[in-house]
T-cell receptor, first 113, second 114 residues
Framework: GESVGLHLPTLSVQEGDNSIINCAYS??????FIWYKQESGKGPQFIID?????DKRQGQRVTVLLNKTVKHLSLQIAATQPGDSAVYFC????????????FGTGTRLKVLA | DTAVSQTPKYLVTQMGNDKSIKCEQN?????MYWYKQDSKKFLKIMFS???????INETVPNRFSPKSPDKAHLNLHINSLELGDSAVYFC?????????????FGPGTRLTVT
């Protein structure tokens, strides 16, 4: 059953409000970052990506901010909707011999009606 | 039109058995991946593979082996299954060969080892 993931950090947001999901990444050599959304029982779904030569990138209702100084990434969702309820993962990529790809631990977003 | 498909969706088996999970993508992508998601929702890449190169995560036991009969398929074989192998396994694909760019994930295979 879906008892897994209950320990995940949870962000509860009122419908219509903006959501900010944060992620601290580990490797200062990371030069590419992605946010994924995972709905219950489904695979992760790409939301938006950003390269390290940028500090901000906007998509449809989403904005990713990158602060390389403190190794921090955030995902902002404007006008949060019930369909945004999911677990959100950040991922970082860097080259160490080969390409490395590391996911963060995930944040559960709950949208309150 | 499923972009990335996996079979089976659920797999229950006993310790010591050998099993396979199949993955197919119809996106024409060059690179395919296998991920493991544990009970705490932690996602970890296991393999990435394109026509030229297999990249193995060094922490993956050699009981796990990817097999690619062609560019559209990457199957995962697991020998001598252990309790700790219980997880959800996701296949993914991308056009890029460098882990950059969008990856498309399959629906997952929930493996339960008893």
């Amino acid at each position: 059953g879906e008892s897994v993931g209950l320990h995940l950090p949870t962000l509860s947001v009122q419908e219509g409000d903006n959501s900010i999901i944060n992620c601290a990444y580990s490797n200062s050599a990371s030069d590419y970052f992605i946010w994924y959304k995972q709905e219950s029982g489904k695979g992760p779904q790409f939301i938006i990506d950003i390269r390290s030569n940028m500090d901000k990138r906007q998509g449809q209702r989403v904005t990713v901010l990158l602060n390389k100084t403190v190794k921090h990434l955030s995902l902002q969702i404007a006008a949060t909707q019930p369909g945004d309820s999911a677990v959100y993962f950040c991922a970082e990529s860097f080259v160490s011999g080969t390409y490395k790809y590391i996911f963060g631990t995930g944040t559960r977003l709950k949208v309150l009606a | 039109d499923t972009a990335v498909s996996q079979t089976p969706k659920y797999l229950v088996t006993q310790m010591g058995n050998d099993k396979s999970i199949k993955c197919e993508q119809n996106l024409g992508h060059d690179t395919m991946y296998w991920y493991k998601q544990d009970s705490k929702k932690f996602l970890k890449i296991m393999f990435s593979y394109n026509n030229k190169e297999l990249i193995i995560n060094e922490t993956v036991p050699n009981r796990f082996s990817p097999k690619s009969p062609d560019k559209a398929h990457l199957n995962l074989h697991i020998n001598s299954l252990e309790l700790g192998d219980s997880a959800v396994y996701f296949c993914a694909s991308s056009q890029a060969t460098s882990h950059r760019g969008e990856q498309y994930f399959g629906p997952g295979t929930r493996l339960t080892v008893t």
